[in-house]
């Protein structure tokens, strides 16, 4: 029992966790977007682009650690 309450714990920490990394990233594009309208005529800033890029590399850890944990589980490794 206490290890299924530690891989709930796990669990919501990774939900908790993706979904604010994938927030970070909305909003990074939303920026990018912002800036790269027609009207203003210019490029994005080095700055937001670099913010844009570090924020999809986290998401992209994001995603391989839920992969792991389902392999984890589909393999009966957990539970």
């Known amino acids: 029992m206490d290890k299924r309450k ?9 939900v908790e966790r993706w979904n604010a990394a994938t927030e970070r990233y909305r909003a990074a594009q939303a920026e990018v977007a912002r800036q790269s309208l027609p009207q203003g005529g210019s490029a994005p800033t080095e700055e937001c682009v670099r ?6 590399i986290e998401l992209e850890a994001m995603r391989k650690q839920v992969a792991r944990m389902k392999v984890e589980f589909s393999t009966g490794k957990r539970y």
Do not use: G, V
């Open 51 to 56: 913010t844009e890029e570090a924020a999809r």
């Open 6 to 14: 530690s891989w709930r714990e796990q669990e919501q920490q990774l």
